[in-house]
């Protein structure tokens, strides 16, 4: 079966930096897109970044554009997102998700916590 396994999160001071990892099992990973959602405490939950199976445009909402990078190793079957000049409005449990068979599958989350 699917399994998306994040990990990475944590507590960090306004400014810093923390990469989130998923490891996925259960499907032909370097076959599917995959992406990173994130939902803060009274907020729906919101798309960071997605990322194609090969080639193709790698996506980002508005408010982590040119701070955070979404990248993958096919080998390896992991999806990362790297989080640079975190904000306190960052702050929320992120994601890992992948849309397969008319399907959404979710990991568990993994907290970021960003403030002083």
């Known amino acids: 079966q699917v399994q998306l396994v994040e990990s990475g999160g944590g507590l960090v001071q306004p400014g810093g930096s923390l990469r989130l990892s998923c490891a996925a099992s259960g499907f032909t990973f370097s076959s599917y897109a995959m992406s990173w959602y994130r939902q803060a405490p009274g907020k729906e939950r919101e798309l960071v970044a997605s990322?194609?199976?090969?080639?193709?445009?790698?996506n980002y909402a508005d408010s982590v554009r040119g701070r955070f990078t979404i990248s993958r190793d096919n080998a390896k079957n992991m999806v990362y997102l790297q989080t640079n000049s975190l904000k306190p409005e960052d702050t929320a449990v992120y994601y890992c998700?992948?849309?397969?068979?008319?399907?959404?599958?979710w990991g568990q989350g993994t907290q970021v916590t960003v403030s002083s």
């Open positions: 990322i194609p199976s090969t080639g193709g445009s790698i």
């Open positions: 998700n992948v849309h397969r068979a008319f399907r959404e599958y």
